[in-house]
Nanobody
Framework: QVQLVESGGGLVQARGSLRLSCAASGSIASINYMAWYRQAPGKQRELVAAISSSGIPNYADSVKGRFTISRDNAKNTVYLQMNSLKAEDTGVYYC?????????WGQGTQVTVQS
């Protein structure tokens, strides 16, 4: 089983930036889609961004133009660059696969944006 470890979260002021990382314990090169999800307090987990094995990204409307997802298959790592952060971006961020049965969920990384 691939294990996923997210990092890079923290407390940031509105309009600030953070870069999240997700390290996988096994190879992600053959995985068609990797993705970032987030769960805000009292809400269900939602898809934030996904990236294909060839590097084509897709974003939720709420983060388009502000977030950038990328992957480094050689390092088995997925990144999420978050700019122009808003209070509504607050939540726990997780990475996992997309469009297939998920790996066990990691502990996530907390992002808190102060307005």
């Amino acid at each position: 089983q691939v294990q996923l470890v997210e990092s890079g979260g923290g407390l940031v002021q509105a309009r600030g930036s953070l870069r999240l990382s997700c390290a996988a314990s096994g190879s992600i090169a053959s995985i068609n889609y990797m993705a970032w999800y987030r769960q805000a307090p009292g809400k269900q987990r939602e898809l934030v961004a996904a990236i294909s094995s060839s590097g084509i990204p897709n974003y939720a409307d709420s983060v388009k133009g502000r977030f950038t997802i990328s992957r480094d298959n050689a390092k088995n790592t997925v990144y999420l660059q978050m700019n122009s952060l808003k209070a509504e971006d607050t939540g726990v961020y997780y990475c996992n696969v997309f469009l297939r049965a998920p790996f066990p969920w990691g502990q996530g990384t907390q992002v808190t944006v102060q307005s």
